[in-house]
């Protein structure tokens, strides 16, 4: 079943903001292949953290990625306006086929 | 400039077939394992099925299994997704999506995205 995210969150310009994942041993919790999208408005997704906390090259290092035990996390640091989106996690699964998270709106206040 | 371009999206009747396309351009295609995703209207993303580079490995969501089917030509640049007995609930978006090759499976990253092609079931 799909990870469990918070339907949403908020912060004000400049603060850190976490969004949780979590899921199972059998997801999130026994492998290290946790991904972070983030997608506005009629646009197609971006990756913006693979394999639990790597960077692609030309994101933000204000984004980041950590997990511990069953629950993922992505930390957005000096938020702006511009990182208002949705965003979701995906972990690859005991069932070797990926699972997607419900998402989590931000909104930047 | 590295893209992914979808097509043959429509209006299909339920139990009506459709295929999908995805033309890529930019990078040497069939190195790279390739995956479907969909978003169905005003919800969350749905991992749909995946391939990889040769074409040899696929792998489905249950939602999809023994009625969709991935392939690519890889001499072609494309890959495809062929839709039967479609349910209301297969309406969505449906977007392609380059893995990175950083494993030989489904891990769940996809590095380049398609702007996605419209899929409605209805009568």
């Known amino acids: 079943s799909a990870l469990t995210q918070p339907a949403s969150v908020s912060g004000s310009p400049g603060q850190s903001i976490t969004i949780s994942c979590t899921g199972t041993?059998?997801?999130?919790?026994?492998?290290?292949?946790v991904s972070w999208y983030q997608q506005y408005p009629g646009k197609a997704p971006k990756l913006i953290i693979s394999?639990?906390?790597r960077r692609p090259s030309g994101v933000s290092n204000r984004f980041s990625g950590s997990k511990s035990g069953n629950t993922a996390s992505l930390t957005i640091s000096g938020l702006q306006a511009e990182d208002e989106a949705d965003y979701y996690c995906?972990?690859?699964?005991?069932?070797?086929?990926?699972?997607f998270g419900g998402g989590t709106k931000l909104t930047v206040l | 400039e590295l893209q992914l371009e979808e097509s043959g999206g429509g209006l299909v009747q339920p139990g009506g077939s459709l295929r999908l396309s995805c033309a890529a351009s930019?990078?040497?295609?069939?190195?790279?394992?390739m995956t479907w995703v969909r978003q169905a209207p005003g919800m969350g993303l749905e991992w749909v099925s995946h391939?990889?580079?040769?074409?040899?490995?696929?792998y489905y969501a249950d939602s999809v299994k023994g009625r969709f089917t991935i392939s690519r030509d890889n001499s072609k640049n494309t890959l495809y997704v062929e839709m039967k007995g479609l349910r209301a609930e297969d309406t969505a978006i449906y977007y392609c999506?380059?893995?990175?090759?950083?494993?030989?499976?489904?891990?769940?990253?996809?590095?380049?995205w398609g702007q996605g092609t419209m899929v409605t079931v209805s009568s």
């Open positions: 999506a380059k893995d990175p090759g950083y494993v030989d499976w489904p891990a769940g990253a996809y590095d380049l």
């Open positions: 930019g990078f040497t295609f069939s190195n790279y394992a």
């Open positions: 391939i990889s580079g040769s074409g040899y490995s696929k």
């Open positions: 041993n059998s997801d999130v919790g026994g492998y290290n292949y």
């Open positions: 394999d639990v906390s």
């Open positions: 995906i972990s690859y699964t005991s069932n070797i086929t990926p699972v």
